[in-house]
T-cell receptor, first 119, second 113 residues
Framework: SAVISQKPSRDICQRGTSLTIQCQVDSQVTMMFWYRQQPGQSLTLIAT?????????ESGFVIDKFPISRPNLTFSTLTVSNMSPEDSSIYLC????????????????FGPGTRLTVL | DQQVKQNSPSLSVQEGRISILNCDYTNSMFDYFLWYKKYPAEGPTFLIS?????DKNEDGRFTVFLNKSAKHLSLHIVPSQPGDSAVYFCAASDLYNFNKFYFGSGTKLNVKP
């Protein structure tokens, strides 16, 4: 399994500001993902962070609001831009267990999450 | 439109008894299902999975059952232990987007000593 760390673990931010969340993995992984868990809700995929290319965003999420970087195979950042109270959530990064190759059923490993509160 | 649903937000069970957590899905293209456990202030950790070619997968005290015709899966924990108290999420993916997981909203399990 992969060991995943996130920074910051939590933050309280003012409306209109931006926060960048970092995700670091202890080994090289092909796929990195960013999820959001709003209070009382399920985990929702925001985007897939692709190394060397732009992130792939899910319906309802756009690059201007959630810019993502993936400079190498062990690191990614998610920025929550121009925040509003509705952005208050736990943000989680996850990685695919596979280093590459054909699909073999596997799980994703999650970081500990970043709890964001927007006032 | 939530494709994976966990209709019980919470469940309370006595230590030593069986815990049964349920999950329903709507997308018939889902072919791989997972259960995750989440403690407060931690990320979800993988617990057990099942592919659609099976109807049961067992790992120690944890068993997942899949009923494809009913689009229903369940997680059985027996015997339940106080350390099992956590939020349990079910998740699903399909053959064409196997990296994309759809999660349920979670069931908070409380195992009473």
């Amino acid at each position: 399994s992969a060991v995943i760390s996130q920074k910051p673990s939590r933050d309280i931010c003012q409306r209109g500001t931006s926060l960048t969340i970092q995700c670091q993995v202890d080994s090289q992984v092909t796929m990195m993902f960013w999820y959001r868990q709003q209070p009382g809700q399920s985990l929702t995929l925001i985007a897939t962070a692709n190394q060397g290319s732009e992130a792939t965003y899910e319906s309802g999420f756009v690059i201007d609001k959630f810019p993502i970087s993936r400079p190498n195979l062990t690191f990614s950042t998610l920025t929550v831009s121009n925040m509003s109270p509705e952005d208050s959530s736990i943000y989680l990064c996850s990685v695919d267990g596979l280093a590459g190759g054909p699909r073999s059923y596997n799980e994703q490993f999650f970081g500990p999450g970043t709890r964001l509160t927007v006032l | 439109d939530q494709q994976v649903k966990q209709n019980s937000p919470s469940l309370s069970v006595q230590e030593g008894r069986i815990s049964i957590l349920n999950c329903d899905y709507t997308n018939s293209m889902f072919d791989y299902f997972l259960w995750y456990k989440k403690y407060p202030a931690e990320g979800p950790t993988f617990l057990i999975s099942i592919s659609s070619i099976k109807d049961k997968n067992e790992d120690g005290r944890f068993t997942v059952f899949l009923n494809k015709s009913a689009k229903h899966l369940s997680l059985h924990i027996v015997p339940s232990q106080p350390g099992d108290s956590a939020v349990y999420f079910c998740a699903a993916s399909d053959l064409y987007n196997f990296n994309k997981f759809y999660f349920g909203s979670g069931t908070k399990l409380n195992v009473k000593p």
